[in-house]
């Protein structure tokens, strides 16, 4: 099965503390393979071999203090 990837912009980033916070909630998703996550750029990619709920991402994101938008 290929690879989905998600790519969502997050807001309110600013260290390598932020980027842990959003990589340990998004990576409770089940189904979730890898994630890709910079403060710098704003930037959450997200790879799994299965659907990833959007909801799901988004809320892991504003569980981790955060808010996010699907690019």
């Not at 099965?1 to 998703?29: A, F, K, P, W």
């Amino acid at each position: 099965m290929d690879q989905i990837q998600l790519e969502y912009r997050v807001t309110g980033m600013t260290c390598g503390h932020c980027e842990t916070s959003v990589r340990e909630e998004v990576g409770q998703i089940a189904g979730v393979d890898q994630i890709d996550v910079s403060a710098q750029t704003g930037r959450l990619v997200v790879m799994s071999d299965q659907p990833i709920d959007d909801a799901a991402v988004l809320s892991a994101v504003d569980e981790a203090g955060y808010s996010a938008v699907r690019v």
